[in-house]
């Protein structure tokens, strides 16, 4: 760009105090951003996954006829057309069994619409928690190390 062209694409003003100021007039970017529906899943999935106590549940059979809309791992995305998309998060989850359900839902539902917002710019409408479960027992690996830790108090008492 040679110095006529920048000449043109420099604009001259005045602030307040009557100080010049040179700005370049730049083109903003011009088209749409979307971010897919599983993108967003995904997000929202990572969130659900970091609230203790509570792991994605299969949505049933009723959830995956409703609207057409597959869920993946638990949760199940909707964004309404507009200027600026509106997302409506619904998840399926289960929750341990020594958990209030109240306090649960209540952090699913700030970890997700926390992260989705952060992370997209679209602003969260609703996210809503169905709970489909219980699970009694901790993690697979707690259950096998206390279950070796029963086998070996009973070979030790054997002997």
Known sequence: MDSSEQMEKEAVTYDQ???ETTTADQPGPEGKIRISEDVIAQL???ALLSVDGVQPANPGLMANLR???K???GVRITISEGDTPEIQVDTYISV???LRIPDACWDVQEAIKDQVERYTGYS???V???VQGITFAEKKGETDSAERETDAQ???DQA
């Open 71 to 73: 869920a993946s791992n």
């Open 17 to 19: 105090d009557g100080v």
């Open 44 to 46: 929202a999935v990572k």
């Open 128 to 130: 809503n928690v169905y």
């Open 154 to 156: 009973a070979q030790t």
């Open 124 to 126: 969260v409408k609703s």
């Open 67 to 69: 609207m057409g809309r």
């Open 96 to 98: 341990k069994y020594s």
